[in-house]
């Protein structure tokens, strides 16, 4: 089983342009993330795919694999499953390119979901991890993942699911960490299958693999996910990076 992973990497974002470029205590954040996703030495390749020649010729200074996009894209997925057709890949792990602190054990348990299932039955993994606050559950930018019995994705959605009618009830709410795992077949089908109602309506791209038929499991993690959005989160991980 080859398992690659593969960073998109858009130049401008809207509540912080070229964030991607930044300086962090002597390097990108590009290519810090580039370089930890690397180091977790889970990878038989890893690659930034990217339309932007800044951000190409960035990580090619620093001996790094880079893939051109060849057209414009909505989302991330759809980037990434351009490139993917063009590499050989079993299992491909999509991992934010704004993630300078990417970590090894929750993409180790990623790949375990696949190494498990040995039927083949799962298309798409990612991870949740567990939420107490009500005014966090409440935000719809916060994503909820119900789940069954099996860890197996029900439905995601921007509001708090599920509904607490019955306050009584010990209630688990699961927010989704937007690291994506998928079986080949999965990604390069993605683009090609329709945006139907729901993932239109709550404009999540992970509705449209339950709306086609296949199967995601979740797995739930410790970590917290600590991403670049705005100029005030590069601060903060600049002083991570400087008080260790």
């Known amino acids: 089983m080859k398992v690659i992973a593969m960073i998109p990497a858009r130049l401008q974002a809207s509540r912080f342009p070229k964030k991607l ?10 290519t810090r993330t580039y370089q930890a996703t690397v180091n977790t030495g889970l990878f038989d390749a890893v690659y930034v795919v990217t339309d932007s020649a800044e951000i190409k010729a960035e990580i090619e200074a620093n001996n790094g694999n880079v893939i051109m ?11 990434i499953a351009e490139a993917a057709d063009m590499v050989p890949g079993d299992i491909i792990i999509n991992v934010q390119g704004d993630e300078p602190f990417t970590r ?23 991870l949740v991890h567990t939420m107490d606050d009500w005014e966090e559950i409440e935000n ?13 994705v029900m ?23 937007g690291i994506y795992a998928f079986r080949r077949y999965a990604l390069l089908n993605f ?4 945006m139907c109602q729901n993932e239109a309506t709550e404009k999540l791209e992970g509705i ?17 996910v600590i991403g670049i959005d705005v100029p005030e989160d590069l601060e903060k991980a600049k002083q ?5």
């Open 104 to 126: 090894k054990e929750p993409l180790e348990d990623l790949i375990e979901v696949f190494k498990k299932d040995i039927h083949g039955e799962i298309a798409v993994a990612s």
């Open 155 to 177: 439905y995601f959605s921007r509001a708090p699911i599920p509904h607490p009618r019955d306050k009584s009830v010990d209630t688990t709410y699961y927010k989704h960490i």
């Open 208 to 224: 449209r693999f339950l709306e086609h038929g296949m199967k995601m499991k979740m797995v739930e993690t410790p970590f917290k």
């Open 191 to 194: 683009p090609k299958m329709k």
């Open 140 to 152: 719809p930018n916060n994503v909820k993942v119900v789940l069954d019995n099996k860890k197996c």
């Open 69 to 79: 996009s060849l057209q414009e894209h909505e989302c991330g997925s759809d980037r």
């Open 21 to 30: 470029l930044s300086d962090l205590c002597g390097q990108t954040v590009i």
């Open 240 to 244: 991570m990076i400087q008080h260790g």
